[in-house]
């Protein structure tokens, strides 16, 4: 059974930086694409990136130049770098592959205080 454990959220400032990661325990991580979702108070759960087995990338719009998605396949680990953070970031963020059947995980609370 596939589980997605986020973490490195908190709380940051305008402007500050922080990095999530995500663990997932998948036989198969190496040749899944993975993303990075988050859902804001009162909001539906929104993409924000994607990065492919083979390391492509994709960003929303809104986070383009300042998030950057990466993998280590060694460690079926995804992160998602975030700087230049402001108060429209604050939301619950979640990993999740692509093309397999799992639920989501629990979260890591990201909030940017002006």
């Known amino acids: 059974q596939v589980q997605l454990v986020e973490s490195g959220g908190g709380l940051v400032q305008v402007g500050g930086s922080v990095r999530l990661s995500c663990a997932a325990s998948?036989?198969?991580?190496?040749?899944?694409?993975m993303s990075w979702y988050r859902q804001a108070p009162g909001k539906q759960r929104g993409l924000v990136a994607t990065i492919g087995s083979g390391g492509t990338t994709s960003y929303a719009d809104s986070v383009k130049g300042r998030f950057t998605i990466s993998r280590d396949n060694a460690k079926n680990t995804v992160f998602l770098q975030m700087n230049s953070l402001k108060p429209e970031d604050t939301a619950v963020y979640y990993c999740?592959?692509?093309?397999?059947?799992?639920?989501w995980g629990q979260g890591t609370q990201v909030t940017v205080s002006s």
């Open positions: 998948m036989r198969d991580f190496s040749v899944r694409a």
């Open positions: 999740k592959p692509t093309g397999v059947s799992v639920g």
